[in-house]
Structures are given as structure tokens and as C-alpha cells.
């Protein structure tokens, strides 16, 4: 089994900037790749950004130059940098793991409980 816990969300100013970080513990074979996700309310969940087992990464266009995903592996910990933040940035933010790189689908197979991030104007 795979547990992921995250942390580091708050409200913020727009323009501001928050890192989240995701602890994972567990079956380390099933969680090389992952991945922060996003859901506002009345919308779907959506990929922000994904870092495969070799460190490869995508992120949504929407992020792009302003969001880093980023691990550190000797911590088993997960973090998204994210820099000028917008309030079309407010969500649940969820961390996920599988051993398949889903890139931003949500296809991911282990999900943590999220952690709110809200950006204000």
C-alpha cells in the first residue's frame, strides 16, 4: 500500500507563492512517478504538473513558468514550488503516485487527501 500526506497549503495574496510537499511512505515500486492535481468546486480534476521515475516532468499550460515540480527521493517527499500565484489558482490540491506515468491524467492510482490552497485578488 501506498499512504501520500499533503501539506503546505494557505491563503495567499495573488502574487504571491506557496510550496506544498507530499510525504509518501510505502511500496516504493509503486509510486515512482507522481504527480499534483487540482480540483476547484464545480470543476473537474486537472493534471498541474507530474515528474516520471527519471525525472522527466510535464505540466499543464496553465502553470507553466510559474509552478516547479520537484522531489526529493532520500525524503520520500513530493513538492510543488508555485510563484505568482493567480486566483484561478484556487483548488484542493492532491497529491498522486503510480508506477505508470500518467502524465496529467488522473489516472493515477494512489491519492492523498489534498491540502486547499486559495489565492485572493
Known amino acids: 500500500q501506498v499512504q501520500l500526506v499533503e501539506s503546505g497549503g494557505a491563503s495567499v495574496q495573488a502574487g504571491g507563492s506557496l510550496k506544498l510537499s507530499c510525504a509518501a511512505s510505502g511500496h516504493t515500486s509503486r509510486r515512482g512517478c507522481m504527480g499534483w492535481f487540482r480540483q476547484a468546486p464545480g470543476k473537474e480534476r486537472e493534471g498541474v504538473a507530474t515528474?516520471?521515475?527519471?525525472?522527466?516532468?510535464g505540466y499543464a499550460d496553465s502553470v507553466k513558468g510559474r509552478f516547479t515540480i520537484s522531489q526529493d527521493k532520500a525524503k520520500n517527499t513530493l513538492y510543488l514550488q508555485m510563484n505568482s500565484l493567480k486566483s484561478e489558482d484556487t483548488a484542493m490540491y492532491y497529491c498522486a503516485a503510480d508506477r505508470i506515468w500518467w502524465w496529467l491524467s488522473a489516472n493515477y492510482t494512489y491519492w492523498g487527501q489534498g491540502t486547499q490552497v486559495t489565492v485572493s485578488s
Open positions: 515528474i516520471d521515475s527519471i525525472g522527466s516532468r
